[in-house]
C-alpha cells in the first residue's frame, strides 16, 4: 500500500516542480499570465521558491501532510490573490 500511494503522488509532484520551474524560466506568455492575476512579475522567484519547499515537505513522509496542507494554500492563494472576487457587484477572476 505505501508504493501505492508514493506512485499515485508522482504525477501532481512532478506537476508542481514544472509549476516551480516555470516560474524560474519565465517562459513568453508568463508576464501576462501573472498581470492577469493582479500579481507583479517579481513576485515569481519567491513563488517558485515558496512551492518548491512546500513541494519537498510534501515528498517527505514525515512532513507530508503539512506539505499538502501549505500547497493547497499556495495553490489556492496563487489563483485568487485578493478578496475582489468575493465583494458583490466585482466580476470574478
Known sequence: MVWTGRVLSTLPVLML???ATMKFVKPPGFAEGLAKLGLP???ANGLGVLELVCTALYVLPQTSV???IL???IL???QQPTSASVIPGLPPY
Open 17 to 19: 516542480l514544472m509549476s
Open 41 to 43: 512579475e517579481n513576485l
Open 66 to 68: 503539512l506539505g499538502a
Open 71 to 73: 500547497l493547497t494554500g
Open 76 to 78: 489556492e492563494a496563487q
